[in-house]
């Protein structure tokens, strides 16, 4: 029997026009930004500069762009000392004016990327030395080197004027998104598992714990964009003016992983409740469920600044469904959960140190 194969399948096969839409959706901004800038800095090298194919302008300030959110300055310097290198090895190894492109372009990479290893060693400046060293030797007749680096230069500067200035992203929107989202994930599994034990439906409770779970993967995105918040307000100058602001809205956060963990936990609770008594709840829990749910929707729907407004006692919906005392030894582990997630949500709520 002959092996079975594989249909050959290319992207677009596997790739619905629903995921199509939403990828070119989420880099339409990206392409603008640096087809506008690498545009302007190509009109800039001409008009200003008298070039006539400024082409190292308009791709350091293409590929500047490219780069991830915080380290776009870092690639423009990259940019320049590759192009830098390329140039001056360039310009001697074309200097030599032998017949044979073969035997100019071999050395001629090899020491450029050298020079760039020398200054800085990064991967785009090898990329870029070796890639303006290509230009000058077969192409360099047109310009000068000085031109080069004027149009490098300039394209740099484009390019930082988009990444630092124009086109820099706000480090408390990069972090409030994700924990809007966790926050409303979770709000949700607290409400389906308090309507779960009032009805006595196991499959409301494997729902709650969905939700739970949903919140839960989300957690690795909000860290991600902590992570990315402090590249922003650490590398550009839009960033720089939200640092005091970010540091007050960050430092509670770690609460929102123990939130989230103990919400989960309860879920799970009610769930094995649920399949062993098979019936609906009498207790208070179903309540105090609702009321840590309220209390953790009203904190998603604040902007994440005053996610920690001045207040020095729990909300009222908090106060009601039980006090923020420890529980005691031999208490049942639910009520161990509860109280953990409802500290955690006070600690949110609450004014942070300064």
């Known amino acids: 029997m002959k092996p079975a194969r594989w249909p050959h399948r290319s992207a677009f096969d596997t ?19 640096c087809a506008l800038m690498a545009g302007l800095a190509w009109w800039i090298s001409q008009s200003l500069f008298g070039h006539a194919t400024p082409i190292f302008a308009a791709t350091v300030a293409l590929i500047c ?10 690639q423009a310097v990259d940019l320049f000392v590759g192009v830098l ?21 071999v050395p001629a990479i090899a020491l450029a990327m050298a020079m760039a290893a020398l200054i800085d060693p990064r991967p785009l400046t090898y990329i870029q030395a070796g890639t303006a060293v290509l230009i000058v030797v077969t192409v360099g007749a047109s310009s000068s080197p000085v031109d080069y680096l004027v149009d ?8 930082l004027l988009g990444s630092q200035v124009l086109f820099t992203p706000d480090p408390l929107k990069l972090v409030e998104t994700p924990v809007r989202e966790i926050l409303s994930d979770t709000a949700d599994a607290l409400r389906t598992g308090a309507e ?21 993967a989300r957690l690795g995105e909000l860290s991600g964009a902590r992570a990315a918040a402090r590249r922003v307000t650490g590398r550009t100058v839009r960033g720089r003016r939200r640092v005091a602001r970010l540091r007050r809205a960050d430092r509670p956060l770690d609460d929102v992983d123990v939130l989230v963990a103990a919400v989960l936990l309860l879920c799970d609770d009610v769930q094995t409740r649920l399949v062993r008594a098979g019936s609906p709840a009498s207790d208070p829990l179903p309540a105090r469920l609702t009321g840590l749910a309220d209390g953790v929707a009203e904190l998603a729907a604040r902007p994440l600044p005053a996610m920690a407004p001045a207040m020095t006692a729990p909300p009222d919906r908090l106060r009601r469904s039980a006090d923020l005392t420890p529980p005691t030894q031999d ?21 942070p140190d300064h």
């Open 152 to 159: 490098a230069a300039v394209g740099g500067l484009v390019g």
């Open 331 to 351: 208490v049942p582990a639910t009520d161990v959960h509860l109280h953990d997630a409802r500290t955690a949500l006070h600690r949110l709520q609450s004014p």
């Open 15 to 33: 790739a619905g026009p629903g995921l199509l839409r939403h990828r070119l959706r989420v880099a339409a901004p990206l392409i603008a930004q």
């Open 65 to 74: 762009l490219t780069a991830g959110m915080g380290g776009r300055g870092r």
């Open 196 to 216: 779960a034990l009032r009805r006595g439906s196991v499959a409301q409770a494997r729902d709650a714990c969905e939700h739970a779970r949903d919140a839960h």
């Open 85 to 105: 290198a390329g140039v001056l090895v360039g310009e001697g190894v074309r200097a030599l004016r032998t017949g044979n492109t073969f035997w100019l372009i």
